[in-house]
């Protein structure tokens, strides 16, 4: 595991020159006393102030209790927003089982420094579905977040509403790969994200 561990942390090295909080692997569930570490490069193709940028996210998982996650998570950026940290809790209120699709709830806040000075906070709560299909070779899990909420700033507060979509990869029992679309609904960012997860 260690192992394991370092080559994440050499990945984290790499990537880290390039600095949205994207839904990313909020609907993979993490069981109870267990964990998962991503990693997240994210390219922001258009940001609610016009610009766009590259952004690195460490993001680590913990199954709080039985029903629910508690995520952190940490980056620096390229572009309009230059350094973000914040976190989620999900609630699996639907486990993803045979016969039935996954679903739950997360509320998110994030802070983000600004280029131009400043910063801002985002509050958004979202609901998400997925399911997992099983393959010889893999498992796949698509899913979809609709994230709405505020973003707050030196000039007052503004709601922002965001569709996001992606699908988790699971290639062996403790690696997965996520790819992620989120388009910008109202003052969001549209972004492309691709990460690595690895799973207690």
């Known amino acids: 595991m260690i192992k394991h561990l370092c080559v994440l942390a050499a990945l ?3 990537w880290a020159s390039l600095a949205n909080a994207g839904v990313f692997t909020i609907p993979q569930f993490v069981e109870h006393h267990s964990w998962a570490f991503g990693f997240e490069p994210e390219a922001t193709l258009e940001t609610a102030g016009g610009g766009s940028g590259v952004a690195m996210n460490t993001k680590f998982t913990y199954g709080i209790t039985p029903l629910s996650n508690l995520q952190v998570g940490i980056g620096p950026g390229s572009g309009e927003k230059t350094f973000r940290v914040g976190g989620a809790y999900s609630f699996d ?5 045979p016969g039935q699709v996954g679903a739950g709830l997360a ?6 420094s600004m280029r131009n000075g400043g910063g801002r906070t ?17 498992s796949v899990d698509p899913y979809l977040a609709l994230p709405y909420g505020f973003s707050f700033g030196s000039g007052g507060s503004v709601p922002v ?6 699908t988790y990869l ?10 992620e679309l989120g388009l910008n609904l109202k003052n969001s960012d549209t ?10």
């Open 107 to 112: 509320a998110q806040s994030y802070f983000f």
């Open 93 to 97: 209120i639907i486990p993803d089982l």
């Open 122 to 138: 985002e509050i958004q709560a979202f609901p998400y579905v997925h399911k997992m299909f099983h393959t010889s070779r893999a």
């Open 161 to 166: 509403w965001q569709l996001a979509m992606g």
């Open 170 to 179: 699971k290639t062996s029992e403790h690696f997965g790969w996520n790819t």
């Open 12 to 14: 984290s090295v790499a």
């Open 191 to 200: 972004y492309f994200a691709f990460g690595i997860n690895y799973r207690d």
